[in-house]
T-cell receptor, first 110, second 114 residues
């Protein structure tokens, strides 16, 4: 099981782009990289998933270099409502459950 | 669609008491999960189910039991509550196939054991 390492916390201001990097040196060939977002007093919410290169959706972009040993979640023009904990998860298609680390606590200031 | 709902939202128990947490989903998902989240920590998997009538242990199953008698419901039981089980409990569901298909989480149940 690939272990992930991400910063404990980050601060930003409204309107800025935020990049959260996750390290997963032991990622396996079949592993996907998935990011979840959790607001206070709520359950996590799926943001984005990728295998390699770049993935973009209406919420975020996910950049994965060729060696796949790290990934970067990019949130464009953050607002106060993006204040949350962001979890990076890595796992293969055969697993039946998610393993969450401690996540990155993003605080967006006005 | 209500999505994933959890009952109750809050509960206070005394050590040794028992209780059952109910999770219900209306998305016809095959897979359902119970997680716990302690303050400042990520979620840890307690038990999960890949279909009606089947359950399996997760990372921290001790002190908990589960049942999946109906596809839409997943029950988590505490037979003899302990203070160490004070936590927020989240239920989730997902469609079959790749486990990293999106998991849909409920709002959580905040449990305090005195």
């Amino acid at each position: 099981l690939a272990k992930t390492t991400q910063p404990i916390s980050m601060d930003s201001y409204e309107g800025q782009e935020v990049n959260i990097t996750c390290s997963h040196n032991n990622i396996a060939t079949n592993d996907y990289i998935t990011w979840y977002q959790q607001f206070p007093s709520q359950g996590p919410r799926f943001i984005i998933q990728g295998y390699k290169t770049k993935v973009t959706n209406e919420v975020a972009s996910l950049f994965i270099p060729a060696d796949r040993k790290s990934s970067t979640l990019s949130l464009p023009r953050v607002s106060l409502s993006d204040t949350a904990v962001y979890y990076c998860l890595v796992g293969d298609t055969g697993r039946r459950a998610l393993t969450f680390g401690s996540g990155t606590r993003l605080q967006v200031q006005p | 669609n209500a999505g994933v709902t959890q009952t109750p939202k809050f509960r206070v128990l005394k050590t040794g008491q028992s209780m059952t947490l109910l999770c219900a989903q209306d998305m016809n998902h095959e897979y359902m999960y119970w997680y716990r989240q302690d303050p400042g920590m990520g979620l840890r998997l307690i038990h999960y189910s890949v279909g009606e009538g089947t359950t399996a242990k997760g990372e921290v199953p001790d002190g908990y039991n589960v049942s999946r008698l109906k596809k839409q419901n997943f029950l988590l039981g505490l037979e003899s509550a302990a203070p160490s089980q004070t936590s927020v409990y989240f239920c989730a569901s997902s469609p079959p196939g790749n486990v990293y298909n999106e998991q849909f989480f409920g709002p959580g149940t905040r449990l305090t054991v005195l």
